[in-house]
């Protein structure tokens, strides 16, 4: 592994969706991260393919026994930061919280990832990604007029306002950390993130530029300039030509330029005929024949393509967006650096229903530079405590 972030650890307690993908983005950084899983069945079948844990290590580690806590505390002792999903108060039960942590490591960055927040009437509460972005006023704002709420799938939530956000705070506090030589504890919420990403939008809003009905402003599909419109065979496109000179090049390939009817661009009160009329013109040409029309203007023109499409993509291609590792293609390591450049690391991978456990030799290897001897493994590893 290479990348701008070589040298620095961090322990990752395993969990699902935001912290993974966290430790993913350090780790593609150049980060040593170390996951931290359950003994048994940490790395099943199911998981082979789990992207989101590329480019790291897993220990199994029993964290309801004495020792397993203790190990734990031992690998803190030599880590920069940690991160962990539990709901509040969960790590502080099993006896690997902040303050047992910054007792044993006083320049940690101890981070912490959940829905609600470590605070407020709904801290204890179970949820997801939906419920997060729906408090937060996002999800309220996604959708077509006249239509419910639309869930981004888990993107906002789980990932933008999750995920991400929770590097950014890992990198923060590392960054803090090296100028005071203090350790500091990072509480990331979902709820705050997703609220977060629309903070240009209650700009928009405070400047009486956007509303409250769904489908009706400037960048919700409201505009006929900023959508997707199906094509001839049934394809999509999509359209994003809010600045004039990008509009005039966007109407002149329509064959609307001659026509001296058309309302000005952003008289609203003419936006829904002009959704009609574009719906119509786009659906007299398959999705190709469009990227052929609009290929040599800035109109602010893309195809909107599958999932399985983008990596083929000329433009994506050429740019590596996607890599195959491991014979699973996926997202390339963003961003990018001149000088350290980061790598998706490699999965670990399984040939039957589960990983056979590591010989203690091999544990060994991986646990030698955070301070255990090969006694002190053997032990671990025969009691179950770590595999």
């Given at each position: 592994?290479?990348?701008?972030?070589?040298?620095?650890?961090?322990?990752?307690?395993?969990?699902?969706?935001?912290?993974?993908?966290?430790?993913?983005?350090?780790?593609?950084?150049?980060?040593?991260?170390?996951?931290?899983?359950?003994?048994?069945?940490?790395l099943?079948?199911t998981?082979?393919?789990?992207?989101?844990?590329?480019?790291?290590?897993?220990?199994?580690?029993?964290?309801?026994?004495?020792?397993?806590?203790?190990?734990?505390?031992?690998?803190?002792?030599?880590?920069?930061?940690?991160?962990?999903?539990?709901?509040?108060?969960?790590?502080?039960?099993?006896?690997?919280?902040?303050?047992e942590?910054?007792?044993?490591?006083?320049?940690?960055?101890?981070?912490?990832?959940?829905?609600?927040?470590?605070?407020?009437?709904?801290?204890?509460?179970?949820?997801?990604?939906?419920?997060?972005?729906?408090?937060?006023?996002?999800?309220?704002?996604?959708?077509?007029?006249?239509?419910?709420?639309?869930?981004?799938?888990?993107?906002?939530?789980?990932?933008?306002?999750?995920?991400?956000?929770?590097?950014?705070?890992?990198?923060?506090?590392?960054?803090?950390?090296?100028?005071?030589?203090?350790?500091?504890v990072?509480?990331?919420?979902?709820?705050?993130?997703?609220?977060?990403?629309?903070t240009?939008?209650?700009?928009?809003?405070?400047?009486?530029?956007?509303?409250?009905?769904?489908?009706?402003?400037?960048?919700?599909?409201?505009?006929?300039?900023?959508e997707?419109?199906?094509?001839?065979?049934?394809?999509?496109?999509?359209?994003?030509?809010?600045?004039?000179?990008?509009?005039?090049?966007?109407?002149?390939?329509?064959?609307?330029?001659q026509?001296?009817?058309?309302?000005?661009?952003?008289?609203?009160?003419?936006w829904?005929?002009?959704?009609?009329?574009?719906?119509?013109i786009?659906?007299?040409?398959?999705?190709?024949?469009?990227?052929?029309?609009?290929?040599?203007?800035?109109?602010?023109?893309?195809?909107?393509?599958?999932?399985?499409?983008?990596?083929?993509?000329?433009?994506?291609?050429?740019?590596?967006?996607?890599?195959?590792?491991?014979?699973?293609?996926?997202?390339?390591?963003?961003?990018?650096?001149?000088?350290?450049?980061?790598?998706?690391?490699?999965?670990?991978?399984?040939?039957?229903?589960?990983?056979?456990?590591?010989?203690?030799?091999?544990?060994?290897?991986?646990?030698?530079?955070?301070?255990?001897?090969?006694?002190?493994?053997?032990?671990?590893?025969?009691?179950?405590?770590?595999?």
């Amino acid at each position: 592994m290479s990348g701008p972030l070589e040298g620095i650890r961090i322990i990752e307690i395993a969990g699902i969706g935001p912290a993974p993908f966290a430790g993913m983005m350090l780790a593609d950084a150049g980060a040593e991260v170390l996951r931290i899983d359950k003994v048994a069945g940490a790395l099943s079948k199911t998981m082979e393919f789990d992207l989101l844990n590329r480019g790291r290590k897993s220990l199994g580690v029993d964290l309801k026994n004495p020792d397993g806590k203790e190990a734990v505390l031992k690998l803190v002792a030599r880590a920069d930061a940690l991160i962990e999903g539990f709901r509040p108060k969960v790590a502080e039960k099993l006896g690997i919280g902040p303050k047992e942590c910054l007792d044993r490591n006083p320049k940690l960055v101890y981070c912490r990832m959940t829905g609600w927040g470590q605070v407020g009437p709904l801290a204890d509460k179970a949820g997801h990604d939906i419920n997060y972005i729906a408090v937060s006023g996002t999800l309220d704002a996604i959708g077509r007029a006249g239509e419910p709420p639309l869930p981004p799938i888990n993107l906002v939530g789980d990932f933008g306002g999750g995920g991400a956000l929770l590097a950014f705070g890992v990198l923060a506090g590392l960054l803090e950390t090296s100028h005071s030589g203090k350790g500091q504890v990072v509480d990331a919420a979902m709820v705050d993130g997703a609220a977060l990403l629309a903070t240009m939008i209650h700009s928009f809003r405070a400047l009486g530029w956007w509303t409250d009905e769904r489908g009706t402003n400037l960048l919700d599909t409201g505009a006929p300039f900023y959508e997707v419109y199906e094509t001839k065979d049934n394809k999509w496109i999509s359209v994003g030509a809010i600045e004039p000179q990008f509009y005039a090049q966007l109407i002149e390939r329509l064959g609307l330029d001659q026509d001296d009817s058309l309302p000005p661009q952003m008289d609203r009160s003419h936006w829904p005929e002009m959704k009609k009329k574009f719906a119509a013109i786009f659906k007299t040409k398959t999705r190709d024949e469009w990227c052929k029309v609009m290929e040599d203007v800035d109109a602010c023109f893309a195809p909107v393509l599958s999932m399985a499409e983008a990596p083929k993509y000329p433009h994506n291609r050429d740019r590596e967006v996607f890599i195959e590792s491991d014979g699973v293609v996926q997202p390339a390591a963003a961003p990018r650096f001149s000088r350290t450049p980061s790598s998706a690391g490699p999965l670990e991978r399984s040939s039957g229903e589960s990983l056979p456990k590591k010989s203690k030799e091999a544990v060994f290897d991986m646990l030698s530079s955070w301070g255990f001897d090969l006694e002190e493994v053997t032990r671990l590893v025969n009691n179950n405590v770590i595999a």
